[in-house]
């Protein structure tokens, strides 16, 4: 795969790199920064009620999963 380079201005350059993740390559940061979709998009497609219906649930299944970890550890002997 080449390679371009492009012209960015100092302030541009200084968001890019606000961004940018440690482990990323500018080529990775501005890729991440412009795709097609973000999260944010997502934003307000539930009902309040909706999401703290699938909050409850969630916490529900953590508690679920706890109970069943914290008994195999016991079946099991490591404590």
């Known amino acids: 795969m080449g390679t371009k380079q492009v012209r960015l201005s100092e302030d541009v350059y200084a ?17 991440r920064l ?22 409850e649930r969630l916490s529900e299944l953590e508690a679920a999963d706890r109970r069943e970890t914290e008994a195999l550890v016991e079946d099991l002997d490591l404590e």
């Not at 968001?15 to 890729?31: H, T, V």
């Not at 979709?37 to 009902?47: D, P, R, T, V, Y």
């Open 15 to 31: 968001k890019i790199a606000d961004k940018k993740r440690p482990e990323e390559s500018f080529s990775d940061a501005i890729d």
């Open 34 to 55: 412009t795709s097609d979709w973000s999260l944010a998009e997502w934003a307000g497609w539930m009902s309040d009620a909706e999401a703290e219906r699938h909050r």
